[in-house]
């Protein structure tokens, strides 16, 4: 059994370029900061995934924060199961000799994996609004937390309020069960906040610097905090937020082409998935093409190559190569052009667009949509796809990680390496 406990720290956006832009020295909280390279797609929850099995999408089955479920014919989009994913987790042995396993804020945390879990939950309500509120694992440890720091503001986590808030939330609550009667042996923890503010304004623009200054803030609170309650830390930031000016519409070509069928309800157009014979799913600079056929998959191939701003499109042949071709991908994997990323409507006038359109709705909407960052007219989400400056996906530029744990692998290249890595310290 290791004598100190670990805490993992999983910081959204934190990219190489970011960081030696801002923080020239590469150093955060006491950690040297070293390039690291993102599994592909370089979205959230295949991070995750990735670094909880230390295997590839290929294996473990989160190609994207969503897929399309081919028994209801409906994208699923941020679901909460740890069944989601497969494989051995990098701790199954460690836990098996007595060690204890936390999770905050990751996705796909719900279920058997950990003794700990804190995870957003809301109620949604029968007449509209909803009740907000956390899961947790024990029960008693969200009531706690609340009654000592206040309540989780879920509407600081996403959408148009998103903010620094839920960062300096999850920091304070990360102290608190590192100090407390819950604190586990290895705890995986997750900030936010710096991914919100790049989508909004990119990279390059000035207002990065104050999310950027608020993150390494929360990270030196954090670090101090684990020092005092014999923790180690390993800092690793998921993927590297790109300027973007560009949003391409796959679906409108494909609706232009005859691909895509749509219900028409009280003026409103609504994606037909059950008779449409190709669909994309998309997720911020990669999209899953779904086709019912091989003729429908060789039509949508020589269609979306033809466009300028998407740069590569994988069929199941290239799709391993990328370590993506699993049964949960599409027939085709779109890869943007830098400088663009997907949006998901097909609808060419705002007044035939679905009623969730305006609306931040991350289960129903069938793709990734940033515009919920933004308000649009009447307090509803903005569908200016123009507004979206950051976006990620690519795997052409590296994060970073840093630590102060003693890994046997002293230079893990990839996300695959220092996820192994941290599980070969824990098998031992």
Request: glycine share 8%.
């Amino acid at each position: 059994m290791m004598m100190q406990r670990i805490l993992v720290i999983q910081a959204a956006a934190l990219g190489h370029d970011l960081v030696q832009t801002l923080k020239p020295d590469m150093q955060i909280a006491g950690l040297e900061l070293q390039p690291l390279q993102p599994v592909f797609p370089a979205v959230t929850c295949t991070a995750q995934a990735t670094f909880r099995t230390a295997t590839t999408p290929d294996r473990h089955g989160m190609v994207g924060n969503g897929f399309f479920d081919r028994t209801y014919h409906k994208a699923l989009f941020w679901e909460q199961s740890s069944s989601l994913y497969s494989g051995r987790r990098i701790w199954d042995s460690f836990r098996q000799r007595g060690a204890t396993v936390g999770q905050m804020f990751w996705q796909q945390s719900l279920g058997q994996d950990s003794d700990l879990i804190l995870s957003p939950a809301p109620i949604h309500k029968h007449g509209g609004g909803m009740i907000q509120d956390c899961f947790s694992k024990p029960a008693e440890l969200y009531p706690a937390l609340a009654s000592k720091i206040g309540k989780f503001g879920l509407q600081n986590y996403w959408g148009p309020l998103a903010s620094a808030r839920s960062t300096q939330w999850i920091t304070a609550a990360t102290c608190e069960v590192m100090a407390g009667e819950f604190a586990p042996d290895l705890l995986l923890t997750y900030l936010p906040h710096l991914d919100y503010g790049l989508q909004k304004t990119g990279p390059s623009a000035g207002a990065t610097g104050k999310e950027f200054g608020v993150l390494q803030t929360c990270l030196e609170t954090i670090a101090a905090a684990a020092t005092e309650n014999d923790y180690t830390v390993l800092l690793f930031g998921d993927y590297a937020i790109a300027d973007v000016s560009r949003p391409v519409f796959p679906n409108q070509l494909l609706l232009d082409n005859g691909l895509v069928q749509l219900r028409h309800v009280n003026g409103m157009q609504y994606p037909d998935l059950h008779t449409s014979a190709a669909f994309v799913v998309v997720d911020h600079q990669v999209a899953h093409v779904i086709c019912d056929s091989p003729a429908t998959t060789a039509a949508a191939q020589e269609l979306l190559a033809a466009h300028p701003d998407i740069d590569l499109v994988l069929d199941r042949g290239a799709q391993a190569a990328h370590d993506i071709d699993h049964a949960r991908a599409g027939e085709l994997v779109l890869v943007a052009a830098p400088g663009a990323w997907f949006a998901y409507p097909w609808w060419h006038e705002k007044r035939q667009a679905p009623d969730y359109a305006t609306h931040v709705d991350i289960h129903n909407k069938p793709g990734y949509d940033p515009c919920e960052l933004f308000f649009g007219p009447f307090l509803g989400t903005s569908q200016n796809h123009a507004r979206i400056r950051g976006s990620h996906g690519r795997i052409d530029s590296n994060a970073v990680y840093g630590t102060n744990v003693e890994l046997r692998s002293k230079e893990p290249g990839t996300l695959v390496d220092l996820a192994a890595a941290l599980g070969e310290l824990l098998d031992a």
